[in-house]
């Protein structure tokens, strides 16, 4: 039976390596995906990954039906074996019912890519919406770290290196951006709830309070 699969996680947790992984090992048998994206750092029209693999793929943009988008591309002779979805996050949720469509009608495998909640941690809808519909939800394996050791469960966004929870919903960007934009960083719960990301954790143990007393 044909699935919609969303594999979800943290930013920087693999999710786009596996998602070309998954297109590599099924074009090596032959078989040809629709891929799917919007908004990849790498630019419009492109699904990368930081191990440095970049793959052509279908921009999806606002109002964009991707069930009729796969019917005319198959009703004018193209090919497609199954879906790759990736940054799912920002599809609108109108989108995500016509991949579950996609699964039903035209029996395709959808596999959505995408982060669950935004750096407030609420849902972005495009994520509930797969939650809601999917027929699994797949945590990655391979854990991003919080900086204290524990696993990252949550997205944390600076502003000129200070961690902020108001703003726009979307802003591409990434974890390796410098301090003085808006970057991103994982963090666990605890320290995502305490908003102590790695440079005000560093701050915190260098200040001079915590500094052993010198004797005199
Ligand atoms: N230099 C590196 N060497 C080995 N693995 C790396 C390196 N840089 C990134 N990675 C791996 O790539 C992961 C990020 O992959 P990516 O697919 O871009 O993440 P996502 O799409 O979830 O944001 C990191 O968690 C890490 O495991
Ligand atoms: C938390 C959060 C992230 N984003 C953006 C930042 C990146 O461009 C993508 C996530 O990409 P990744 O491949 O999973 O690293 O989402 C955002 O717009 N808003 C947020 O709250």
């Not at 040809?32 to 990849?40: K, L, S, Y």
Request: charged share 25%; glycine share 8%; with cysteine.
């Amino acid at each position: 039976m044909p699935e919609l699969v969303f594999f979800s996680g943290t930013m920087d947790c693999g999710k786009s390596t596996l998602a070309l992984q998954i297109e590599h090992n099924r074009s090596a048998r032959g078989l040809v995906g629709m891929i799917f994206t919007r908004n990849d750092r790498a630019g419009a029209g492109k699904l990368s990954s930081r191990l440095g693999l970049v793959t052509d793929a279908v921009e999806v943009t606002d109002g964009m039906d991707l069930y009729a988008h796969l019917v005319d591309h198959l009703s004018q002779g193209g090919r497609a074996d199954y879906v790759i979805a990736d940054e799912a996050q920002f599809l609108a949720p109108e989108q995500i019912d016509q991949l579950a469509r996609v699964v039903d009608d035209l029996e395709l495998d959808v596999y959505a890519f995408g982060i669950t909640t935004d750096f407030r941690t609420k849902l972005f809808p495009g994520s509930q919406r797969l939650v809601e519909l999917a027929d699994r939800v797949e945590v990655l394996q391979v854990e991003a770290l919080c900086w204290c050791g524990a696993r990252a469960t949550h997205n944390a966004r600076t502003v000129g290196g200070v961690m902020v929870v108001e703003g726009a919903q979307v802003v591409v960007g990434d974890v390796t951006d410098s301090a003085e934009e808006i970057g991103y960083e994982v963090l666990c719960r605890r320290h995502h709830r305490r908003r102590m990301t790695a440079a005000t954790a560093r701050a915190a143990a260098l200040a001079p309070d915590v500094l052993p007393v010198p004797r005199s």
